[in-house]
C-alpha cells in the first residue's frame, strides 16, 4: 500500500515536471532573433540569431511550465538595431519538442510537437 502511494506520488511530479527541446527553425531569408519567455518557470531564453533559413535548439527544463502562457518574440533589424517584430503566446507542457517556425513576416507559431501539449494559444497551430 505504501509502494502505491509513493509510486502515485512520483508520477504526479513527474507529470508536472517539464523538459522540452524547443525546435526553432527559420524559413526565411531575412535576419531576425527569437526569444521565448516562460512566465511560470520565471525565465526565457537568450536570444537566438537567424540570418538565413536554419534551425536551432534550446532546451527548457522546470516545474510545472504550463501555468502561464509562453511568449515568443521576433526582433527584426532596422537601422542597425533591434526591435521588436511579432510575438505569439501559449501554454506549453510536458516532456518531449516543440517546433516553432518563423517565416517572413517573421510570426513564430508551432508547426508540430512530441510529448508535448500546448493550449490557449495561437502558436499551438
Request: glycine share 8%; aromatic share 0%; with cysteine.
Given at each position: 500500500m505504501k509502494l502505491s502511494i509513493l509510486l502515485l506520488l512520483v508520477t504526479l511530479l513527474a507529470?508536472?515536471?517539464?523538459?522540452?527541446?524547443l525546435k526553432a527553425r527559420s524559413r526565411t531569408k531575412t535576419p531576425f532573433q527569437l526569444q521565448v519567455y516562460i512566465?511560470?518557470?520565471k525565465q526565457k531564453t537568450e536570444r537566438v540569431t537567424f540570418n538565413g533559413p536554419g534551425e536551432k535548439k534550446v532546451l527548457i527544463e522546470g516545474g510545472s511550465c504550463m501555468d502561464k502562457k509562453w511568449v515568443f518574440k521576433t526582433w527584426k533589424q532596422v537601422d542597425g538595431k533591434w526591435v521588436?517584430?511579432?510575438q505569439n503566446s501559449g501554454k506549453l507542457g510536458g516532456s518531449g519538442w516543440f517546433r516553432v517556425i518563423v517565416e517572413d513576416n517573421l510570426m513564430p507559431f508551432g508547426n508540430d510537437r512530441y510529448g508535448i501539449a500546448c493550449s490557449e494559444g495561437a502558436v499551438c497551430g
Open positions: 507529470l508536472d515536471a517539464c523538459k522540452i527541446t512566465p511560470s518557470l521588436g517584430a511579432a
